[in-house]
């Protein structure tokens, strides 16, 4: 640690990332990308004449992308803000509705990066327990009292709320900001985003990373009342105005218009976690219900952390936790067919 670092930061633990390895070729199962390039569209529209405007900087609003997301979600201009991943709008958000006399409330087993932006800020967090099933029991969090972060599907684990529970969880904290992480929704899980037409204190959360196969993009929306947009954007407009480059917002406008080729992936991708699932079942691992695009998972014989070392040795990837309560399962990152079949027969062979 360096001499120089705030003392208010010494005792941060930083956000790991997943591993972007360098040394070989790995089938990467590890940060739930998706398996599929983007839509031809937006290739297409990434184009030399485009290019050639980069020496110009992009619009700060990002008022064409802004006004096509409202028109895909049923919302207007005014309910909507882009950001540089949705790791930039919940810092956003963390920024706005939580301080030293507001806290933070989110499961125990959940999104790493909420601790640390807890933590970054200086703001006093809450974690409950997941049940022993790993779901959520959402009359855990009626009338927390303090600004509510839940992931749905939630990660590592996969699973899901009903929206229904999620309109509760809403309903009885309607003196704080409820927060919905929806990176995974796209999957099989119910969008909260309906819910923002009736209530103030909620914002919705997505990103293009996962279904809309741009994580190399850094391109995340979130949607709720005109007032939330406003403080969002005044976090924005206080730390990065052109959060979002001329590319990318071009990337983001030409992907809302191929939604049948990203409805088709994501067919794909779940018909090959239902493969995954049923494969690794008749192994004898037992599983989390998932609606993500990745599975939740372990085997009884071998631990997770071996399990991972083993896999990677045979040149495949997927992520361990070493944390309490999940230490023996592996978050697998649902690939192609093939690259599924190739795990099977590697874990098989571990086996």
Request: charged share 20%; proline share 6%; hydrophobic share 40%.
């Amino acid at each position: 640690m360096s001499r120089f670092l705030s003392d208010r930061f010494a005792a941060l633990d930083a956000y790991v990332p997943g591993e972007q390895p360098v040394d070989m070729q790995y089938i990467k199962l590890n940060t739930n990308e998706s398996p599929y390039p983007p839509a031809p569209g937006v290739i297409a529209a990434l184009c030399e004449n485009e290019t050639q405007k980069l020496n110009l900087y992009p619009n700060p609003d990002g008022t064409r992308l802004l006004d096509k997301l409202a028109d895909f979600y049923g919302v207007n201009r005014e309910n909507v803000i882009i950001g540089n991943g949705s790791d930039e709008l919940l810092a956003f958000a963390f920024l706005a509705y939580c301080d030293k006399t507001r806290g933070v409330v989110f499961p125990d087993i959940t999104y790493g990066f909420y601790p640390v932006y807890a933590g970054l800020y200086g703001v006093a967090y809450e974690q409950i327990p997941l049940k022993d099933d790993f779901t959520i029991d959402p009359a855990e969090y009626f009338n927390a009292g303090k600004t509510v972060v839940i992931a749905n599907p939630n990660a590592p684990t996969g699973a899901a709320l009903p929206l229904r529970d999620i309109e509760a969880i809403v309903k009885n904290n309607r003196g704080c900001i409820v927060l919905i992480d929806e990176a995974y929704v796209d999957f099989g899980a119910a969008s909260a985003i309906p819910l923002t037409h009736e209530y103030d204190n909620l914002v919705v959360t997505h990103t293009y990373s996962k279904s809309r196969s741009m994580a190399g993009a850094r391109l995340a929306f979130a949607i709720g009342q005109a007032p939330i947009i406003e403080d969002l954007n005044k976090m924005k407009y206080s730390f990065n105005p052109y959060n979002v480059n001329r590319m990318t917002q071009l990337a983001g406008e030409a992907a809302l218009e191929e939604d049948a080729y990203y409805q088709e992936m994501r067919s794909k991708i779940a018909d090959t976690r239902t493969f995954t699932e049923g494969r690794l079942k008749e192994i004898g691992f037992s599983m989390t219900e998932s609606s993500a695009n990745f599975v939740f998972a372990r085997y009884p014989g071998i631990g997770g952390y071996d399990l991972y070392y083993a896999l990677k040795e045979k040149g495949i990837l997927v992520r361990h936790f070493d944390k309490p309560r999940i230490s023996d399962y592996l978050r697998i990152t649902i690939g192609t067919k093939e690259q599924m079949e190739a795990l099977i027969a590697a874990i098989e062979g571990i086996i």
